[in-house]
């Protein structure tokens, strides 16, 4: 079947960095993307990889490596804002997007 | 501003109640979906629809049906309400081009309460 793996939970320190990695096994891939949602909200794209390689937007980065079928989603000077919840997923040959089940971001001062 | 709306935030209803949730969006994107997000399992795709009066089943369409008769507008209906339909309903949209990154963009969601 179709599927994306990450992490249920990671906890950083307010200013770090940290990364969250997304595995997918998925037919007909065009590509990645990270999606944000706060507790109560809807989900907010963040970034897009369809190529390999790092995409840089602000504090976010996102990199796609198709040969091993992974990517990730790094957070840079972690703000206590970030704490939230981030999706991976994969973009099918039909317009649909298979989800990772979600990791939550837990940030301490 | 792509903006989805959904007809109610929080909703509560009886087992065996027929049920609409509606969402409308505006800018005239072809692709609309309806999710159900349970904790720990993400988002799992109901139903979608490409286009007006076209609908696809997603991964869990039992108890459910939609309704798309026009472009703006995607209808999901549950014909007998369960207690375990209990969930939080999102619908999203998304624009066909393919050289876009099939964004989709959420409407606020509506929480569902099955007593």
């Known amino acids: 079947g179709q599927s994306l793996e990450q992490p249920s939970e990671v906890t950083a320190v307010e200013g770090a960095i940290v990364q969250i990695n997304c595995t997918y096994q998925t037919s007909g891939f065009y590509g990645l993307s990270w999606y944000q949602q706060h507790d109560g909200g809807a989900p907010t794209f963040l970034s897009y990889?369809?190529l390999d390689g790092l995409e840089e937007t602000g504090r976010f980065s996102s990199f796609l490596s198709r040969s091993d079928s992974y990517g990730y989603l790094l957070l840079q000077e972690l703000q206590m804002k970030d704490s939230a919840s981030y999706f991976c997923a994969a973009s099918l040959s039909n317009y649909q997007l298979i989800w990772g089940a979600g990791t939550k971001l837990i940030i301490k001062p | 501003d792509v903006k989805v709306t959904q007809s109610s935030r929080y909703l509560v209803k009886r087992t065996g109640e027929k049920v609409f949730l509606e969402c409308v969006q505006d800018?005239?994107?072809?692709?609309m979906f309806w999710y159900r997000q349970d904790p720990g399992l993400g988002l799992r795709l109901i139903y979608f629809s490409y286009d007006v009066k076209m609908k696809e089943k997603g991964d869990i369409p039992e108890g459910y049906s939609v309704s798309r008769e026009k472009k703006e507008r995607f209808s999901l209906i549950l014909e007998s309400a369960s207690t375990n339909q209990t969930s939080m309903y999102l619908c999203?949209?998304?624009?066909?081009?393919?050289?876009?990154?099939?964004?989709?963009?959420f409407g606020p969601g509506t929480r569902l309460t099955v007593l």
């Open positions: 800018m005239d994107h072809e692709n």
């Open positions: 999203a949209s998304s624009f066909s081009g393919r050289d876009e990154t099939d964004t989709q963009y």
């Open positions: 990889n369809a």
